[in-house]
Every structure is written in structure tokens, then in C-alpha cells.
């Protein structure tokens, strides 16, 4: 009998590791993860220009003009964008001018980029370096109020020196010209440094009118739309960098 027991133990134990070794494996399961393209999502800048000749393109047109290079040049990085260029600027402009067209303009502050470039009328129509010291610090405070506030939105473009054209040639003060400039320049940037705000410096480029021709605009004064395409090289990375931040 115990026998029997054991040979019946011995044949259900061998049908049981048949059907076992007959199953199939299971299968493992591979999950893909979806990876979803991350959306670049639309946005819209306001931009403000501010200065004088050299920020309205005096001699050069429209589109030549720095500030719209500048704004063309940011799009073409992100076609999605859009950017809205206001310019508030004339030829002959001093600080004065400048404070007194924007008080009466009054412009919105809700701009996520200010550049200011002012102080060569003040040179050329003889007005006191005392005047420039005091209204150019308010010109700045002025840029960052419109800037949504924030000083980091804003941007000092220096001063040109047009000694270096046929015009200022032609005036036999070439040498005036440029320390007068050189002063007004420095002031601004040690301003700008003391209070952390960007100072670009495009001066030597238009130091370079009398060597390339190609810089200096037909009426043999203002810049060219090369030299402006030349300062906005240095500008829109800076730009770049505020817009994204």
C-alpha cells in the first residue's frame, strides 16, 4: 500500500513539471514613454528707443536706423515673437529736449526694453557739461520708470563721435570734438557702472569714418546704416539676454 501511495506521488509530481516546463514565458511588457516637443509659446515685446539723431536715423531710412535693426534682428532669432518699436527721438535733441518730449508724451512703462543714447547736442550746441551731468541721471531714472521699473530692462548706447566724418573734418575741431565726447562718454559709463546699469560702447566704431567711408550717411555726418548694423552686433546679445530673462 505505502508503495502504491509512492508511485502515485511520483506520477502526479512528473505531470505537474510538464505542464509546467510547456507553459509559455510571460511576456514583459516595454512601456514607451510619450515625449511631448516642449511648445515655444508666442510672446510680444515692447521695445523703446530714446535719443536723438542717432536713435531716429537721421540721413538713413526707416528700417536702417538702429533701434529697427535691433527689433528686426530679435525676431529673426524667434519668429514667433513679435516686437513693438516706439522711438522717441529727433534730430538736435539735448537732455533737455529729451526730458521735456517725454513728459509731454508720456509713454507707457510697461517696456521690456529702453535704450537711451542722448548727449551729442549738448557738446555741439555748446550748452554747459553741467547741464548733461544733472539731466543725464534723470534721463536714466526716466529709461527704467518706463522699463516696467527695472534697471536691468535698460540699455546706455554711447555717444558718436563725428570728428571722425567729413563734417566734423571740414570744422578744424576734430581734436575738440573728440575729448568733448570722450568726457560726455565717460561720464555716462561711470554713472551707468555706479548704478549697474549696461553701458555699450559703439564710439570706436564710428572712429573708424575716415578709414571706411562706407560708415558715414550721404550727408557726410551721421552714421550709415552699416555703422548701425555694427552697433546693433554688440547691442542684441545684451538685448537677447534681458528678453529672456
Known sequence: MKKQFQVI???FSLLFIASCSTESPIPETTLTPVITAPQ??????????????????QSVCETCRFPAQLSKSLGNLNSNNTYSLKIIAQTGWTTTNLISAINTQNPTSNNDLVTLLIGVNNQYQNKPFSLYEKEFPELVNKAIALAKGDKTNVIVVSIPDYAYTPFGQASGNQAI???AIDQYNTFAKKYCD???ILFI???DITRQGLINKNLVAPDGLHPSELA??????????KATTILQN
Open 194 to 196: 555706479d548704478n549697474t
Open 177 to 179: 570734438i573728440s575729448t
Open 40 to 57: 515655444t509659446q508666442a510672446k510680444s515685446y515692447n521695445y523703446l528707443a530714446i535719443g536723438d539723431s542717432y536713435t531716429i536715423g
Open 9 to 11: 506521488v511520483a506520477f
Open 201 to 203: 560702447n559703439i564710439t
Open 228 to 237: 548701425y548694423s555694427l552697433f546693433v552686433e554688440r547691442i542684441l546679445p
